[in-house]
């Protein structure tokens, strides 16, 4: 049984950048979550996709959009990076939307300058 | 403003003391969880409860969820330095499967 596999490990981009972050959910899971976690904090929630279709949203403004695949794998985009989104990202996956445990990527590093 | 506050938010024992971290909201929760997390990694899930009151041992460690399901607390016995990371706890909140984590306990254990 695979976990989760986030790509890139690691990224630098500059301000007004654009970037794209991939994500394969743990065999058998169809609910891809996303959460940035800023360096000494913990995880914020961005966004969840159920079935291929965004089902709950964090406080993170429009430019954070996200895709989920047939095959439940998933992509965050980042329009027009600002500073502030310097953090680590992590995708993660579980069975069905109401599953009690979660399978964490071990995330990509993201830096802006 | 953090949904959930933990406490201390950095511990530095011996190996072999024991150590209790906590977890306190205003909110209630459905669940919540504990995760360890090192360095360069993502979080590992380590336990759910569910149960206001509920009590759930592994090993060396021991989960309590409080009766109102608003704090939580994790126990440590004989620490070792393999316990060494940052311990988050998170809540599952209205929305489905949205977690709320601390952000977290940054234990470090020495030899």
Do not use: M
């Amino acid at each position: 049984e695979t976990g989760v596999t986030q790509s890139p490990t690691h990224l630098i981009k500059t301000r007004g950048q654009q970037v794209t972050l991939r994500c394969s959910s743990q065999s058998g899971h169809n609910t891809v979550s996303w959460y940035q976690q800023a360096l000494g904090q913990g995880p914020q929630f961005i966004f969840q996709y159920y079935r291929e279709e965004e089902n709950g949203r964090g406080n993170f403004p429009p430019r954070f959009s996200g895709l989920q695949f047939p095959n439940y794998s998933s992509e965050l985009n980042v329009n027009a990076l600002e500073l502030d989104d310097s953090a680590l990202y992590l995708c993660a996956s579980s069975l069905e939307i109401e599953g009690l445990g979660y399978t964490f990527g071990s995330g990509t590093r993201l830096t802006v300058v | 403003t953090q949904l959930l506050e933990q406490s201390p938010q950095f511990l530095s024992i011996q190996e072999g003391e024991n150590l209790t971290v906590y977890c306190n909201s205003s909110s209630v929760f459905s669940s919540l969880q504990w995760y360890r997390q090192e360095p360069g990694e993502g979080p590992v899930l380590l336990v759910t409860v569910v149960t206001g009151g509920e009590v759930k041992k592994l090993k060396r460690l021991t989960f309590q969820f409080g009766d109102a399901r608003k704090d939580s607390s994790l126990h440590i016995t004989a620490a070792q330095t393999g316990d060494t990371g940052l311990y988050l706890c998170a809540g599952r909140g209205s929305t489905l499967g949205r977690l709320y984590f601390g952000r977290g306990t940054q234990l470090t254990v020495w030899p």
